[in-house]
């Protein structure tokens, strides 16, 4: 059974760090992180390729956040820096089933964890 499993989140003050985790049951194709912040739609904050090589930001992301994963661990993260009061949200991880580019797109991804909570504080 495909299981993601987040970790890692909880409470920040503005401009601190928080690093997610998202540990999977098997190694998986392009990987990517996403948020929901309440009332809105799920969009995503970044993106990794299967070997890490490539990545992809949202620009709210640029230069604050780092994904990174460690397939021996199955393990993928996700660096937040400088947090601001507006990623505010839940954090999901999720992974694809087919060797696709690193896309900031919903639908190119199959599997998805149940999320963890980041509550930034200003």
């Not at 540990?23 to 992180?33: D, H, P």
């Not at 397939?71 to 089933?97: F, W």
Request: hydrophobic content about 35%; charged content about 20%; aromatic content about 10%.
């Amino acid at each position: 059974q495909v299981q993601l499993v987040e970790s890692g989140g909880g409470s920040a003050q503005a401009g601190g760090s928080l690093r997610l985790s998202c540990e999977n049951s098997k190694y998986f194709n392009s990987m990517a992180w996403f948020v929901q912040a309440a009332g809105k739609e799920r969009e995503g904050v970044a993106a990794i390729s299967r070997r890490g090589r490539t990545t992809a930001y949202a620009d709210s992301a640029k230069g604050r956040f780092t994904i990174s994963r460690d397939n021996a661990k199955n393990t993928m993260y996700l660096q937040m820096s400088s947090l601001k009061p507006e990623d505010t949200a839940m954090y999901y991880c999720a992974a694809a089933r087919s060797d696709v580019a690193p896309t900031l797109e919903t639908s190119a991804y199959n599997y998805w964890g149940q999320g963890t909570q980041v509550t930034v504080d200003s």
